[in-house]
């Protein structure tokens, strides 16, 4: 089955931004609307909006407000166990999660760039963890992004189905940014 994501590379590829941090959610909203015209569209609800660093309930508003503006069938949130509440209240007003786990473009600062996650065995763990905490929320597909291949193939089975961004040919899926396919 095909998926459309909206996701942080509309920032930099479609739009000329010079980081995904700078993705407003009008951007996301209007391309997901015209996205979901065409096959089951998943849309990324804004991190550097703060639309899930506040309040869990202001978040939730947030995303009720926001798949109605996409017209999406479900959203993508960056991170692991630290965002399980958040994850468990959107889950609980029934919107559909998928989980973005690895390389977060929207946390590439804290990362200091654009790198590969997960290579070191304490690293390689919490991104396991990350993957299994996902699970047990009942949000069994994910998104795992710049992940050492192997390390790739062991998140998916944690999750069930992981689509890869750079993780690896044992994924269940790939993105494909159609900018890269069209040049």
């Given amino acids: ?73 479900a959203v993508k949130i960056e991170g692991g166990e630290r965002r399980m509440d958040l994850i468990a209240r959107l889950v609980e007003a029934e919107i559909p999660v998928m989980g973005h786990i690895g390389l977060t473009p929207q946390s590439v600062n804290a990362f200091g760039g654009f790198r590969v996650q997960g290579k070191t065995e304490e690293a390689g763990d919490q991104l396991l963890r990350d993957a299994r905490a996902w699970k047990r929320l009942g949000r069994s597909l994910s998104f795992s992004e710049s992940i050492p291949g192997a390390r790739g193939a062991n998140y998916g089975r944690a999750a069930d189905s992981t689509i890869g961004i750079g993780a690896g040919p044992d994924c269940d899926g790939q993105v494909l940014v159609i900018n890269d396919l069209l040049g």
């Fill in 1 to 73: 089955m095909d998926i459309l994501l909206v996701g942080d590379s509309l920032a930099m590829v479609v739009l000329g931004y010079e980081t995904t941090c700078l993705l407003r959610r009008r951007d996301v909203a209007s391309h997901a609307r015209r996205a979901a015209r065409h096959a089951p569209c998943v849309a990324r609800l804004g991190h550097a909006l703060r639309s899930y660093h506040s309040d869990p309930m202001e978040a939730v508003r947030h995303a009720v407000r926001f798949v109605k503006e996409a017209g999406a069938e």
